[in-house]
């Protein structure tokens, strides 16, 4: 039975030992191109003589989702009078007899044993993936619904920020803010900031002063010896000119925040739904960057050229302060 690559697409593959685990033998393959190593279950629920032409329509599936086909039009293979009768015998694949062409039947109960291989893996990441960007794709209608993943990604965005400080010479940065950002607790702190800024930008760029509807949560975390200290030290985060430029760029440049945001939403919702595959996460990446284009009447070319100059515009507007974070860390895509 002849292989390919999962990952490159090269034939250069050998076998590479066989794992002997509780829930069946594996085997191991090695690509002499990219030198990727796999494994691939040697599954029981279909015929051995029938497993090439099922994992070359796994394949068929993941390559054509890849390229951007949509669901009804990838998978399909060629078959011979052979092959189709064979195929007959396997309840999760499907045939078009008139084009004599046949697929894994993406709706079907797909055998975990075959789930449990590279193949079925991916095959598996890439329905879960397109189940996401068409999630997504609906919030281009619902501008209500699009405004709260907007929300929530940036939230997520700045959760995960690293607010690290600059000053271009010792004790131009405040004592106050100096002092809590060594404090053991800093971490949790930085939450609170994070909130609280996401608060700000909402107001700020969209004009939303009740986040309530939006159910980012509080964040209220109690912060031992720094309550009395949290509203003075985002004051003077927020009083120091960047501050004021970093939103005038923002509302200058409303589509690149929603853009990070979307993008930061969309991962959030890979990762719950456990996918790792690259392929899997650009396709639900280019679905949100596709949907920001569309909802700012722009092209998605020009949209991705801003986010590729983010970090020079981010560092031309804070460069001429004493003091500041770097916001580079802050804005960013996941």
Known sequence: MKRVCPRCGSSQVRKYGKVRLQQ????????????????????????EDMSDLVFRMFRAFIRDIDAGKCLSDAGWIPLNDNEIERLREIDFCEIDYENMNGRINYKSQIPTELLLTEEGRVFHEFLRAVGI????????????????????????????????????????????????????????????????????????????????????????????????????VINEIKENPQWAKIIDFFRSNKDVLE???????????????????????????????????????????????????LNEELYRLVCEEIWGVN?????RLP
């Open 24 to 47: 069946g033998i594996l085997q191991k393959f090695r690509c002499m191109s990219c030198k990727h190593v796999w494994h691939t279950r040697i599954v029981q629920c279909i015929p």
């Open 259 to 309: 853009a990070l945001s979307l993008a930061w939403f969309v991962s959030q919702r890979a990762i719950e739904e456990e996918i790792g595959y690259l392929g899997a996460e650009l396709l639900i990446l280019e679905t949100a960057m596709k949907i920001v284009a569309d909802k700012n009447n722009e092209d998605v070319a020009i949209l991705r050229e801003k986010l590729a100059n």
């Open 327 to 331: 916001w580079n860390d802050v804005f």
């Open 133 to 232: 960007a068409q999630k997504v794709e609906a919030l281009k209608n619902n501008d209500a619904e699009y405004l709260k993943a907007v929300a929530a990604g940036l939230n997520e965005m700045l959760k995960n920020a690293q607010f690290i400080f600059w000053e271009k010479k010792k004790g131009f940065i405040p004592e106050k803010l100096h002092n809590v950002v060594l404090s053991p607790k800093w971490g949790v702190f930085a939450k609170k900031i994070a909130y609280l800024l996401t608060v700000n930008l909402l107001e700020s760029i969209w004009g939303i002063s009740d986040v309530s509807k939006l159910h980012l949560g509080s964040n209220k975390e109690e912060i031992a010896g720094f309550n009395s200290n949290i509203n003075s």
